[in-house]
């Protein structure tokens, strides 16, 4: 199995950055791809960007392309969520999941089988 623990989340002024990142424990997690989301006060989680098991492919949610950049680094058994730009709307708790999957990694939360706890990130105006 595979046991997720996001951080890095925290409170930053409209326009700042952060670096989320998600620590895995576990075996082969070079094997997963690895996922972002995001759940806002009184909305639904909503997909923000996956990676593929060897990092040759990302997506990302059309809200946040060209501001928010996935990675990862394997031997750290580590991904991360660079965000820059950030908004008020990007405010949300940012939980990161994990699925093993050769190839494209998926974009629906319910194909990830493994989740972290979450970590909140708010921006002010």
Do not use: H
């Amino acid at each position: 199995q595979v046991q997720l623990v996001e951080s890095g989340g925290g409170l930053v002024q409209a326009g700042g950055s952060l670096r989320l990142s998600c620590a895995a424990s576990g075996r082969t997690f070079s094997l997963y791809a690895m996922g972002w989301f995001r759940q806002a006060p009184g909305k639904e989680r909503e997909f923000v960007a996956a990676i593929s098991w060897s990092g040759g492919s990302t997506y990302y949610a059309d809200s946040v392309k060209g501001r928010f950049t996935i990675s990862r680094d394997n031997a750290k058994n580590t991904v991360y969520l660079q965000m820059n730009s950030l908004k008020p709307e990007d405010t949300a708790i940012y939980y990161c999941a994990a699925d093993r999957v050769f190839g494209d990694p998926p974009l629906a939360g319910v194909e990830y089988d493994y989740w972290g706890q979450g970590t909140q990130v708010t921006v002010s105006s």
